[in-house]
């Protein structure tokens, strides 16, 4: 993107890239993501066929198809180039939001579980409560219809149930497993920046009831999430709308909203992954004013694919659910297997 910032909580911003591993450097991984995006490509369209489009399938087939074949002889291919041309194609064909259906029934179906789910959370003692909401962010994150294996448990309207997902999720030790450091940290935290990914489950019933959890420990909440549509990506517009909707249910919700301890803005962003070297003015501002103490990214392309290694100025804690083989043989694990990074400072 033009214009962006750096992100202001990098460690080393003149250091930092985004997607560390160049994949013409690795021939392996560059194969195995070009099979990714050209094998996924057609089910995008089909999507948005299913929902009206009638561009010219073939064409943007073969548009896609042509840059993927010339990738690996570029100078340097990282996933994030493969994603920001993946959008510009989708855009050049008319596609604006493949997934919008997808994400507003989802959205639907957690917001008639979190009531409960509150419940449920709130008759835990504290450790077992903080424990569930780690727990809770890995099974919302199954809501991922840009992995194949995952997007197959959602194809023609099909659900996936939260409460069995999490009771299903891969024992501990996980992959990365910080859990018992992160129950260490008992003393609250002043201010949380949190990426958020997906919508559905991921954001309503993983990552809200955790941000809850939060602010009523006292801390100050900024949210951030993607300015425009890729995948099934939450949207900065769509979780202004959610968070209303989840307000209507929650009292902590509503009124860490309406005393501004909650807080939204757009991080500049439009893809899957992010590139911390240009978020947006008005993150980059927010985060100027209110000297985050504790950051959390989410989701496999932001904390795993492109800011596994970054380093930053406050504590950070990285979350993912491994939906992708290619994912899972770079960090020695295997698919559903849980990655839950906390670096204190
Ligand atoms: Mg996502």
Not at 24 to 39: E, K, L, M, P, S
Not at 226 to 237: E, F, H, K, M, R
Not at 246 to 275: C, H, K, Q
Request: with cysteine.
């Amino acid at each position: 993107m033009d214009g962006g910032c750096a992100f202001p909580l990098l460690s080393d911003p003149a250091g930092y890239v985004a997607c560390e591993v160049d994949l013409t450097d690795h021939c392996d991984q560059c194969a195995h993501w070009i099979a990714v995006f050209r094998n996924h490509f057609p089910r995008m369209l089909d999507e948005a066929a299913n929902h009206g489009w009638s561009g010219a399938r073939d064409e943007a087939i073969a548009r896609f198809g042509r840059w993927l074949d010339d990738a690996p002889n570029m100078d340097r291919l990282t996933i994030l180039d493969c994603c920001i041309e993946r959008e510009n194609v989708l855009r050049e064909v008319g596609i604006d939001d493949v997934y919008v259906h997808a994400k507003q029934l989802e959205n639907e179906r957690a917001l008639a579980v979190l009531p409960s789910l509150l419940e449920q959370l709130d008759a835990m003692d504290d450790a077992d409560r903080r424990a569930a909401l780690i727990q809770g962010i890995f099974a919302g994150n199954i809501f991922d219809l840009g992995a194949v294996e995952t997007a197959d448990m959602f194809d023609n309207g099909a659900t996936v149930d939260f409460r069995q997902v999490r009771a299903k999720l891969k024992a501990r030790p996980w992959l990365i497993d910080n859990l018992d450091r992160w129950l260490a940290r008992t003393s609250p935290y002043r201010c949380a920046c949190v990426f958020v990914d997906n919508a559905g489950p991921d954001i309503v019933l993983g990552i809200m009831p955790f941000v809850r959890d939060l602010l009523r420990r006292g801390t100050h909440v900024l949210l951030t999430a993607n300015n425009t549509p890729t995948l099934n990506d939450i949207t900065v517009t769509e979780l202004t709308g959610l968070l209303e909707k989840i307000a209507a249910l929650d009292d902590t919700i509503a009124g860490a909203l309406s005393e501004g301890r909650l807080e939204l803005v757009s991080s500049g962003n439009g893809y899957p992954l992010i590139d911390l070297s240009t978020v947006s003015r008005e993150l980059a501002d927010a985060v100027t004013r209110l000297q985050p103490d504790l950051l959390v990214i989410e989701g496999m392309g932001r904390a795993l694919e492109s800011n596994f290694n970054a380093r930053f100025t406050c504590d950070c804690l990285k979350l993912a659910m491994v939906k992708d083989a290619g994912v899972a043989q770079v960090l020695g694990g295997e698919m559903y297997d849980l990655v839950m990074r906390f670096e204190p400072i």
